[in-house]
């Protein structure tokens, strides 16, 4: 098959471009490498630097006339989207309409959704949350997350596009970006590594599922091969398990047989307290399962970063 990746040269979608190629399809990439780098890309993809919301993009989708897209490119930040939540709904909304409308006219078949189950439903006190619970964002990113979702399953009734919506807990692994706001595995790697304290945004204990990316991917797999007789499933993808960001930087700190000084800093708006995943659903539809446990997955995560940094 001929796969489109947007987004496919960042943490996540770089390796489900290796995946991918790994199972003889033809993949195409498209990123604008705001984030994400050269350095992630295998050779055998074709690629395009590009923005999703540029005229571009619809050349592109023409030349190429990918069958799937994998629709990883995003404005990845739940806090930069408190503090811009129009240039959040720039990117993650206008977009994805963008890529979308450019899908219907080139006959893509499919669109596989990186949505997130970790800002869906906001505060619920019953976890892990299941995909029946009500959406409920407390971020203008979960919301442009929750708004590409409606807009699949518009584009399905009004177009026949297919589509399947992956609601990511949190993932962590080799290649996430540890600068800026990015993923607190990554932060906490790069800054053990370096001999600096962890900084800790609250008291800590709030909580996360964290799902190693090469689970991830594998849903992503299974995603692109199921197949869709009508609906359109939306399926959590974690491990049903909270590990507080406390709990996280004592494994990670054990790890490196280091016990790292500890800062904290005010805790960000726009998160919520606790998520954890239920991920039943993906089981039954897709036959996923996490087989990943947060502590060999934290493991492979710090030796990835302690080799991306030795001198070659």
């Known amino acids: 098959m001929r796969i489109l990746i947007t987004g496919g040269a960042g943490f996540i979608g770089s390796h489900v471009a290796d995946a991918f190629l790994a199972e003889g399809h033809e993949v195409g990439v498209v990123d604008d490498l705001s984030t994400g780098s050269r350095e992630n890309l295998d050779g055998r993809a074709r690629f395009w630097q590009t923005d999703i919301r540029d005229e571009a993009l619809d050349g592109i989708v023409a030349e190429f006339r990918p069958e799937i897209i994998s629709h990883h490119a995003a404005q990845m930040s739940v806090s930069v989207s408190t503090r811009d939540p129009r240039g959040d709904a720039d990117i993650n909304i206008l977009g994805s309409l963008n890529l979308l409308e450019a899908a219907v006219r080139h006959g893509a078949r499919r669109v596989l959704f990186a949505s997130t189950g970790g800002a869906m439903y906001g505060e619920q006190e019953d976890l892990p949350t299941a995909e029946s619970v009500f959406p409920e964002p407390v971020s203008p990113y979960g919301v442009a997350k929750l708004a590409v979702e409606r807009y699949l399953h518009a584009f399905r009734v009004m177009h026949g596009l297919e589509a399947v919506a992956l609601r990511y807990a949190n993932v962590y692994g080799p290649r996430q970006n540890p600068h800026g706001e990015a993923g607190v595995v990554a932060i906490f790697c790069r800054a053990l590594l370096e001999g600096r304290s962890l900084m800790i945004n609250g008291d800590g204990g709030q909580t996360r599922d964290y799902v190693y990316v090469g689970d991830v991917v594998r849903a992503s797999l299974l995603a692109a091969r199921l197949t869709l ?26 790890l490196s047989g280091t016990r790292p000084p500890i800062a904290h800093a005010p805790a960000r708006s726009g998160e919520q307290r606790r998520s954890a995943l239920d991920s039943a659903r993906a089981m039954r539809v897709l036959g996923w399962q996490p087989v990943t446990d947060v502590g060999a997955g934290l493991a492979q995560t710090l030796a990835w970063f302690r080799e991306a940094g030795r001198p070659r």
Request: glycine content about 16%; overall charge negative.
């Open 229 to 254: 007789d009508q609906g359109f499933p939306i399926l959590n993808i974690g491990t049903g398990l909270e590990t507080s960001v406390n709990e996280l930087a004592r494994r990670l700190g054990e």
